[in-house]
T-cell receptor, first 112, second 110 residues
């Protein structure tokens, strides 16, 4: 059974650029959630995808967008990067929007 | 507006003793509460959960207590082991929105 994987592990971008982060869900899981974790804080819910449709969204602006593919892998896109977007981005998968989520190791994004 | 609060940023406990991690919440609509632990350079790992209609759930060394009237829950770890040293997050679920607290760093001293 393959766990949740994320790529890349680290990324450096400059303000105003765009970034795409990728996540492969655990085998058999059809639900993917994305979180942003700033330094010293808990993860904050960005949005969730279930069977390729957005299924819930946290308090993030529209420049944060996502996709889920037929194989249930997912992308998080962030446009017009700001310095405050520097954070650890976590992806979590679950089965049928279940309460138990399995997290990947995260992508650490630094915006300069 | 912090819906989930963990007022102790850190906690140190001797090996073999009980660890008690506390969490307070403000959102009455949470239907489940979960605890996750996180080691450095890894994603959070699910530990234990409790439905909002229960007041206790136990799994091995881990027990979670829920006091709905006080909007308070706690995680008890007995006995504590050095491998339990990690950051612990209290999480409330409302719909498909999982709200994490800021975390408590537990250090179990040998």
């Amino acid at each position: 059974e393959t766990g949740v994987t994320q790529s890349p592990t680290h990324l450096i971008k400059t303000r105003g650029q765009q970034v795409t982060l990728r996540c492969s869900s655990q085998s058999g899981h059809n639900t993917v959630s994305w979180y942003q974790q700033a330094l010293g804080q808990g993860p904050q819910f960005i949005f969730q995808y279930y069977r390729e449709e957005e299924n819930g969204r946290g308090n993030f602006p529209p420049r944060f967008s996502g996709l889920q593919f037929p194989n249930y892998s997912s992308e998080l896109n962030v446009n017009a990067l700001e310095l405050d977007d520097s954070a650890l981005y976590l992806c979590a998968s679950s089965l049928d929007r279940g309460k138990t989520q399995y997290f990947g190791p995260g992508t650490r994004l630094l915006v300069l | 507006d912090q819906q989930v609060k963990q007022n102790s940023p850190s906690l140190s406990v001797q090996e073999g003793r009980i660890s008690i991690l506390n969490c307070d919440y403000t959102n009455s609509m949470f239907d489940y509460f979960l605890w996750y632990k996180k080691y450095p350079a890894e994603g959070p790992t699910f530990l234990i959960s409790i439905s909002s209609i229960k007041d206790k759930n136990e799994d091995g060394r881990f027990t979670v207590f829920l006091n709905k009237s006080a909007k308070h829950l706690s995680l008890h770890i007995v006995p504590s082991q050095p491998g339990d040293s990690a950051v612990y997050f209290c999480v409330g679920r409302g719909g498909q929105n999982f709200v994490f607290g800021p975390g408590t760093r537990l250090s179990v001293l040998p």
